[in-house]
């Protein structure tokens, strides 16, 4: 097999990801404002967002999709604004999407975590 | 005929390094911007080098950019392309200059090659006709692009092709998408392996600029769409 029959896989499952966790994301970004417009009673305060989410399971599935899709569809866009603008290609800039994705995912779940417990 | 009796006209000259030189050239009526050129070419200046052939918009040899937009121009008014009074004409963007308002068009056609925009037959010649109803969707997609005359002005007018070098275009891309909606083609995967990644459709931005100025009122952003819905098909059922 010829790495460019590789790469053209390699590529296209990177753009279906970013194209699928895009999708992910219309979703969960519409609730996530929904949310704070609408559920918003009592003032925008931590006592009133941690009395919804503390001890909720279907608020920790919520969030924690969100996170993996952000932590999905980010990296891999500036992934492509940086093979666009820049000369940087290959492995390398692979294994800093993938930090970026990790580290997103770290700190997004970290937060989650915080809102249920 | 037209109330200015002369035209103003900027005409490049020289090479990728070159400059605007001014001609006064006179209005006629229906006069295009190919008939403009001509005139300058047998009256003032001989040495003025363009390309054009059909001159009925069939060949798509005779594109230019016209007041900074790309066109063809032996079916460009002059009435509708001037600007105060003035006519610009440039080479194509995105396309190495060879003398003038003359390109050099191989790179743009060796990247159909890349797009394999070849027919390439699953049948021989012992084979019965394949019958392709025109109602068949893939032939209605494939007719709704099939009228590319190969003018390069869909090329000239995109970003993507000016900032990545490798990138096919429009053009070729939307010849792979007519050769994809033929059923008698035998080369799918190949294609769509040629057109997939950085250097093909995933590379286009959808800013619509080839659709915006191609003469035939094609939509190659449509097919380039297109084949991100094919190319992503494959690579789930794994034939990419």
């Not at chain 1, 990801?17 to 895009?22: E, F, L």
Request: charged share 20%.
């Amino acid at each position: 097999m010829r790495s460019t029959d590789v790469s053209v896989k390699h590529e296209t499952w990177l753009w279906l990801g970013q194209r699928a966790s895009a999708l992910v994301l219309a979703v969960c970004v519409v609730v996530h404002l929904a949310t704070v417009v609408l559920a918003v009673r009592g003032g925008l305060s931590a006592a009133e967002i941690l009395g919804r989410t503390r001890g909720s399971f279907g608020w920790l599935a919520f969030y924690s999709i969100f996170v993996l899709a952000v932590a999905i569809h980010a990296p891999l866009g500036l992934r492509a604004i940086v093979r666009e603008m820049t000369l940087w290609r290959g492995r390398s800039l692979d294994v800093a999407t993938l930090a970026t994705a990790l580290s997103l995912a770290w700190l997004g779940w970290r937060a989650v975590g915080g809102l249920f417990s | 005929m037209s109330a200015q009796a002369t035209l103003q006209v900027s005409v490049w000259r020289g090479g990728s390094e070159g400059r605007f030189v001014e001609y006064v050239v006179p209005r006629r009526p229906s006069q295009t911007v190919l008939d403009v050129v001509t005139w300058v070419q047998r009256h003032l200046d001989r040495t003025l080098s363009y390309r054009f052939a059909c001159r009925v918009g069939m060949c798509g040899s005779c594109a230019m950019t016209v007041n900074g937009r790309p066109r063809w121009t032996c079916r460009t008014h002059v009435d509708k392309a001037t600007r105060g009074g003035r006519l610009t004409v440039a080479p194509l963007r995105n396309f190495p200059v060879i003398k003038d308002l003359v390109c050099d068009m191989t790179e743009f056609f060796e990247k159909w090659t890349r797009a394999k925009g070849v027919f390439s037959p699953a049948a021989s010649r012992s084979d019965d006709f394949a019958l392709v109803p025109p109602s068949a969707n893939d032939r209605a997609a494939a007719d709704a692009a099939i009228e590319c005359i190969g003018c390069g002005v869909c090329y000239a007018a995109c970003d993507v092709v000016r900032w990545n070098a490798d990138y096919l275009g429009p053009a070729a891309l939307n010849r792979a998408w007519t050769l994809v909606n033929d059923v008698r083609d035998g080369a799918q995967a190949e294609r769509l392996g040629a057109v997939a990644g950085d250097a093909g459709c995933h590379a286009c931005h959808s800013q619509q600029g080839c659709r915006e100025y191609c003469p035939k009122q094609l939509n190659p952003t449509a097919s380039i769409a297109g084949l991100k819905r094919r190319v992503a098909r494959a690579a789930i059922k794994g034939a990419l």
